[in-house]
């Protein structure tokens, strides 16, 4: 049945939704059935500026790294750049789904499912390791956040560096995640809202999607979650790590973050 504009929008009155008590592991449920069109979904989005930018922050801090994990992957558009521009680079994702769309890149990643939470990677083995769009804003257990940057400090040679981004409070609680492109022409239709909960600092994004291109139609729906994390938290996460230098950027500048932030990326030196 092909749904009115009406009826979406009547999904999203009422109440909130409840949070659960109990999270399920990060990514169980999400990047599944959305998966096939990920791409699509984020064809607007620049990749080559965002790794300009990772770049950009490496020379910054006189570093040349070799060896790069793309930690949280997706189906790996931000590795297979780096991989174009020289760099030696494995991907990481916990979404089987999304993992195996990597070696459809040009070039491809090769890339494996890892629960970026508990990093299974060797020690010293890498010369950095990138996290970009928010990835580790999906772990939503601070617990779970320090056990990942104790494992990437593990897994970086001396030297070693480590950047990644994460939206900020002021992002989710604005309601970043609530749009849609009903009104347009593109085969995969969209409908999210979010929801802000500020005794957990959780943003629950409910995603609504139908693809009316070849094969469909198919109509399907992803509950995702992030967690805002300040700066304080995370720099004090990374010193606890063993990390001896921890910067922090207002996104894409060499600022540092202020009130106003959405988006901060952070580099932490081993």
């Not at 109440?15 to 979904?41: C, N």
């Not at 400090?153 to 492109?181: K, P, Y």
Request: with cysteine; aromatic share 12%.
């Amino acid at each position: 049945m092909r749904l009115k504009l009406s009826q979406i929008w009547s999904r999203w009155r009422g109440d909130k939704p409840p949070l659960p008590e109990q999270f399920t592991k990060p990514g169980s449920g999400e990047f599944a059935e959305v998966a096939p069109y990920y791409d699509r979904l984020m064809s607007a989005v620049p990749y080559k500026s965002w790794v300009d930018y990772a770049e950009a922050l490496l020379q910054r801090h006189n570093r040349q790294p070799r060896r790069v994990l793309d930690l949280a992957c997706g189906t790996g558009r931000v590795g297979s750049e780096l991989i174009r521009r020289g760099y030696q680079v494995f991907g990481a994702d916990l979404s089987e789904p999304m993992v195996r769309y990597c070696r459809t890149q040009n070039p491809p990643l090769p890339a494996a499912t890892m629960d970026a939470s508990r990093p299974a990677l060797a020690r010293e083995s890498l010369d950095s390791v990138v996290s970009l769009y928010d990835s580790l804003n999906y772990i939503l257990d601070p617990p779970a956040l320090q056990s990942c940057f104790a494992g990437v400090w593990r897994s970086l040679a001396d030297e070693g560096i480590f950047i990644f981004d994460l939206n900020t409070a002021l992002a989710l609680r604005a309601g970043l995640f609530t749009q849609d492109n009903l009104r347009g022409r593109d085969p995969l239709k969209y409908s999210w809202k979010s929801h802000w909960y500020p005794d957990r600092e959780i943003c629950r994004i409910d995603m609504w999607f139908r693809w009316e291109g070849s094969g469909g139609p198919h109509e399907f729906e992803e509950v995702h979650y992030e967690r805002a994390y300040s700066e304080s938290e995370v720099k004090h996460m990374l010193a606890a790590a063993g990390f001896s230098a921890i910067t922090a950027y207002n996104g894409y500048t060499f600022k540092p973050p202020t009130a106003r932030s959405d988006r901060i990326f952070y580099v932490a030196e081993k």
